[in-house]
């Protein structure tokens, strides 16, 4: 069985060791962790009756990070953290695991989370295209080396038009398929569909409809189950038999996606006897008491500069809860007193300057009136949001976040979720520029 749910750095579940308990699954794949190895603890990385393996985001913080958890009684025998180079740029986005089979097979989990990048993102759209054609070049190897193959995470690409809400709509628009049919990042997955690996979703259901699995939050785009399928689990073609059921798991909410399982007959699995050096367990910083290098030589660094120091709240023996207003209170004690000191020459008599004698100004008319104009219009705020015209609701403002020359201009739109467009309940296309 495949789970994987993302954000686990923002503790979108409530309890994630009781939706594992819940789900009972073997292999569970995390994808945009967004977790450093510092920031990982022992709530994470220890679930009962599993290992964890966990690549961390080495190059940009709080970026990517994918993690496996396998149980122990699947043991892997090797786990790479590379993937033959898929993870150059050190961004934590792939994990393979190796696991040896009675009938003298590998099979080989991968885990993974390809960048994302739209044709107009220039350099990060080449760096979606370049990391595909490498993992399929990776799974290909794996495959003539006659290993069982799967490809479990977030393919961050729209293969199908079933898979899209918004292309499913314009399914009848000439224009807006050729443009679809001839994206360079659907070309290169569906050669992985072609010629090596099975979609396990579309094996069993090939013409169900809305199986989302991320939707456009900033739109509230699940409202509607206005989403796309960019979420997929792989399995190579010599195993399709094996496949006996997938899911979307739309009710679980708390992250832009949802998961997505799949129970996949592997007979034969025999754990290994000794755990991958990469495994959680071997992380120093997590073993009892004993505290990260980086904790202690902050620690030094601090006490080398503070002088004297206000001692912080002690706390009771007995557990009790901490509000915010305690933290907030903690945090006040524990700021520390430094003394500074400035060395003087005091073979020196200081200078005296003369006062200079200032030329009274005074602002004109003009310049009265327009600061006067520019204070009332600060104290009045913003209009009264205007009406859209598909529902004659009031609108909502909204920022342009992405880099351009609208990049932070305001603008008034519709705000009902987006959805079809035949939906009373979906947005419409009202748009209106905030006048300055």
Not at 179 to 191: A, G, H, L, Q, T
Not at 273 to 296: D, H, M, N
Not at 362 to 377: E, G
């Amino acid at each position: 069985k495949q789970w994987y749910q993302r954000r686990v750095r923002g503790r979108t579940l409530d309890n994630f060791h009781q939706y594992v308990s819940l789900l009972d699954p073997d292999i569970l794949c995390l994808q945009e962790t967004k977790i450093s190895r510092t920031q990982l603890d022992n709530e994470l990385a220890k679930c009962r009756d599993f290992y964890s393996f966990f690549n961390h985001p080495l190059r940009r913080q709080g970026h990517a990070g994918v993690a496996t958890y396998v149980k122990k009684a699947y043991c892997p025998h090797f786990v790479d953290l590379n993937a033959d180079d898929l993870d150059a740029d050190k961004e934590g986005r792939v994990i393979a695991s190796y696991h040896k089979k009675s009938d003298g097979k590998m099979l080989v989990i991968i885990n993974v989370y390809v960048p994302c990048g739209y044709s107009d993102d220039g350099d990060k759209y080449e760096k979606k295209l370049k990391f595909l054609e490498k993992l399929r070049a990776y799974v290909s190897k794996l495959i003539e080396e006659n290993n069982d193959v799967v490809v479990a995470g977030d393919i961050n690409v729209k293969t199908r038009i079933i898979d899209s809400a918004e292309a499913f709509e314009n399914r009848n628009n000439p224009k807006f398929l050729a443009e679809w049919y001839s994206s360079p990042d659907k070309i290169v997955f569906n050669s992985f569909l072609d010629d090596l690996l099975v979609d396990c979703l579309r094996y069993l259901h090939p013409d169900k409809q809305e199986c989302y699995t991320c939707w456009n939050t900033q739109l509230n785009g699940r409202a509607n189950n206005y989403g796309t399928r960019i979420d997929y689990i792989l399995v190579s073609k010599s195993n399709t038999a094996l496949i006996k059921s997938c899911s979307v798991l739309s009710d679980i909410t708390g992250s832009d996606h949802c998961p997505f399982s799949a129970e996949i007959d592997f007979n034969g699995v025999v754990p290994s006897q000794t755990v991958p050096a990469e495994c959680t367990i071997f992380y120093p910083e997590l073993r009892g008491k004993q505290t990260s290098l980086s904790s202690i030589f902050s620690k030094r660094k601090a006490d080398s500069m503070i002088e004297e120091k206000i001692p912080l709240l002690q706390h009771n023996d007995k557990k009790r809860k901490v509000n915010r207003s305690d933290a907030a209170v903690q945090k006040q004690c524990s700021q520390t007193k430094l003394k500074f000191s400035v060395k003087k020459d005091l073979s020196q008599k200081p200078q005296a300057f003369p006062n200079p004698v200032r030329k009274k100004t005074y602002p004109s008319d003009k310049a009265i009136s327009s600061n006067a104009i520019s204070v009332k219009s600060l104290l009045r705020g913003l209009p009264k949001p205007p009406l859209c015209s598909g529902h004659h609701q009031e609108s909502s403002l909204k920022t342009v976040s992405k880099e351009g020359p609208n990049f932070g201009k305001r603008f008034y739109c519709c705000s009902l979720p987006i959805g079809p467009s035949s939906s009373k309940s979906s947005r419409c296309n009202f748009f209106q520029w905030l006048d300055k």
